[in-house]
């Protein structure tokens, strides 16, 4: 027998689903004015930081969603500031989204709402015990490489404590069907203007800046990658790749909205920032929500051997007639050749350079059980430490070198209960919203523990925390024995 669990009393999000776009320009329009005094990172983090805290103690719904659109927008307010006020040695504003994960989890602890009573929580639990630990290995280079560390393992998984405590489902609604799709079409925008017209002043001042150093940025000699508002070229491809997920949903499920409307704009734009790792995962990540919306066992089968056999052919052969047609020598064409070059050719592109990277990465792990530090792998252990070991690009290899063998291997198994108990919530509700966080996850595999794409992996673990949250067994099922299985009612009723 199947119990059916009564929905969680919620505390309402108390704004209607068009505050989201409106805070979104209203905070733009406020940031770009008192950015505009000429004050430094300091104060605007400290201002930001202090809302938060009044945020967290009254609504801390509204800070959630606040600063998953403010960590978008990092990238272009610390460009913007340094512009006025000269860059600092610390970077303050990288600060204040960890500052908003700590506060929120701090309040669910004071309310004793941290519980570690699902299998995944106990993986998740487990994980953060043995980062927490790897803070204090000698071998990153000193206790600062391990803090700064932190900042990029461990802050992302305090947003897995705050999904799954948030005692809405309305957050997680919001946030995917609203706040995604109106960031990732903003972020198109920009992204346009800076591949056919140019950049803007403070964006051309950090080019010139990080050029030498940040090889990431060039196709090529001179062509300098679009990255919009965000810190990177790789989180603005990984964002927009979460975007096309959001906005691709709906048309698939033939439940067309306004952010169907999107998906051709985003889907162009994410081909020109010419990240093919994300362009592949995102295709992949479609084909998937499209293969398992088919229902039943036989049309999820049917739907798979349609997009390997009939969709992924014709795509390779449209590709390979556009690339005949490429000839552009502007940013845009330069962008679209090293695209195709990439998904036509991946024998002759980084692809096989990235993989290698990602096998030393385990096998440095295996090779030292107890790991480098948390830091090891970040860009504390070239500023703060020895510099010895580098970043992976990968954080199943990060993983695997930060926190030794034990850690990869427990990472490894997270990941794959992740997938699994998204699916099962999809296959036991039909739920859009768990489609959605299933195609999202795939879109990311290779990224969910990516500290410097600060606004992707904390929405990644929010999500998986917002999921985990219908396996959390009521009281009667505490008890029960043998334990009945509960239902996703909650879920269901949420998409």
């Not at 479609?286 to 049309?299: F, P, T």
């Not at 295996?366 to 954080?395: H, R, S, V, W």
Request: glycine letters at 8%; proline letters at 5%; a positive charge.
């Amino acid at each position: 027998m199947t119990t059916i669990r009564p929905a969680i009393p919620a505390e309402r999000l108390d704004i209607p689903w068009w505050s989201a776009p409106v805070l979104a320009i209203g905070g733009l329009l406020f940031l770009i004015w008192f950015l505009s005094t000429g004050v430094s990172q300091i104060i605007v983090a400290a201002l930001l930081v202090s809302l938060g805290v009044v945020g967290v103690l009254l609504k801390p719904n509204i800070v959630i969603v606040a600063t998953f659109i403010f960590l978008p927008l990092l990238g272009d307010v610390r460009r913007y500031i340094s512009l006025g006020a000269g860059r600092t040695t610390n970077d303050p504003l990288i600060l204040v989204g960890p500052a908003m994960a700590a506060m929120l989890f701090a309040r669910l602890l004071f309310e004793r709402r941290i519980r570690p009573d699902t299998p995944l929580a106990k993986l998740v639990a487990t994980l953060m015990i043995m980062m927490t630990l790897e803070i204090f290995n000698p071998l990153q280079g000193g206790i600062t490489v391990g803090i700064a560390g932190a900042l990029y393992f461990l802050v992302p998984l305090l947003w897995f404590w705050i999904g799954r405590s948030t005692p809405t489902q309305r957050v997680t609604r919001t946030t995917i069907k609203v706040v995604i799709p109106m960031v990732a079409i903003g972020a198109t925008a920009l992204g346009l203007f800076q591949t056919y017209v140019g950049w803007l002043s403070f964006e051309a001042q950090w080019i010139r800046e990080q050029k030498a150093m940040f090889t990431a940025l060039l196709v090529g000699d001179n062509i300098v990658r679009p990255f919009s508002f965000f810190t990177s070229p790789a989180e603005f491809a990984c964002y927009l790749s979460i975007g096309l997920v959001c906005c691709c949903a709906p048309l698939l499920a033939r439940r067309f909205n306004w952010s169907s409307l999107l998906v051709l704009p985003i889907g162009y734009m994410l081909f020109l920032a010419s990240v093919r790792t994300a362009i592949v995962l995102s295709l992949l990540s479609v084909l998937v929500m499209w293969s398992v919306m088919g229902g039943d066992s036989k049309k999820v089968a049917i739907r798979t051997v349609v997009a390997l056999f009939v969709i992924l052919p014709c795509l390779y052969l449209g590709l390979r007639r556009l690339s005949n047609f490429n000839s552009s020598p502007d940013r845009a064409g330069v962008l679209t050749e090293h695209t195709l070059d990439g998904l036509l050719r991946p024998g002759e592109s980084t692809a096989e350079s990235h993989k290698e990277e990602a096998i030393d990465g385990v096998i440095s792990g295996i090779k030292n059980p107890i790991g480098y530090g948390l830091g090891a792998t970040t860009m504390a252990a070239g500023k703060f430490g020895n510099g010895k070991t580098a970043g992976f690009e990968q954080d199943v290899a990060n993983i695997f070198s930060s926190l030794g063998v034990a850690g990869g291997v427990l990472y490894i198994v997270l990941m794959a209960r992740v997938l699994l108990v998204v699916f099962n919530v999809w296959s036991e509700s039909r739920s859009l919203i768990a489609v959605i966080i299933l195609a999202i996850l795939v879109s990311q595999l290779g990224n969910w523990l990516t500290g410097s794409h600060y606004s992707t992996s904390a929405l990644v673990w929010f999500l998986i925390g917002s999921i985990d949250r219908t396996q959390i067994p009521t009281a009667s099922e505490r008890y029960a024995v043998p334990r009945i299985k509960h239902s996703y009612a909650n879920l269901a009723h949420s998409s």
